[in-house]
């Protein structure tokens, strides 16, 4: 069985177990599975919901700030993989900058490639 089928069988048996044992630990599995299959906006979908109470559904910035602080490596590799996909939103994008530049991957004033909806592209750091 390749890496791959081993991670959607996993996410399967955690979709039903998330039915049964609604324990974070268990979504948490769920979004590492979707993760791990190359999936990091379905890994944040899993999550969002249990970032905030009652309802308030988080912020990108606070699941990626959980990543990072559960597994450092882990949590950095979920923001690189969010800024590789173009995609992701330009919210969730700027929280994975955020979040890169919070723990040393990047330097303020460093040029990220993102246009900061003013037509320019920006720095980070810089104002936009």
Excluded at 51 to 68: F, I, N, Q, R, W
Aim: glycine residues 10%; negative net charge; proline residues 5%.
């Amino acid at each position: 069985m390749t890496g791959e089928m081993k991670w959607a069988e996993a996410e399967a048996i955690l979709r039903e177990a998330v039915q049964v044992v609604p324990v974070f630990l268990v979504p948490n599995n769920l979004a590492f599975c979707r993760f791990s299959q190359d999936d990091p906006e379905g890994a944040f979908e899993i999550r969002q919901p249990n970032l905030a109470p009652e309802g308030d559904m988080g912020t990108p910035s606070s699941l990626l700030k959980l990543a990072v602080d559960v597994d450092s490596e882990w949590g950095l590799q979920f923001a690189k993989n969010i800024r590789a996909r173009a995609a992701v939103s330009n919210m969730v994008n700027a929280a994975a900058l955020n979040t890169l530049v919070e723990n040393g991957v990047y330097e303020a004033g460093q040029h990220c490639g993102v246009e900061g909806g003013t037509g320019r592209w920006f720095a980070l750091g810089e104002p936009r």
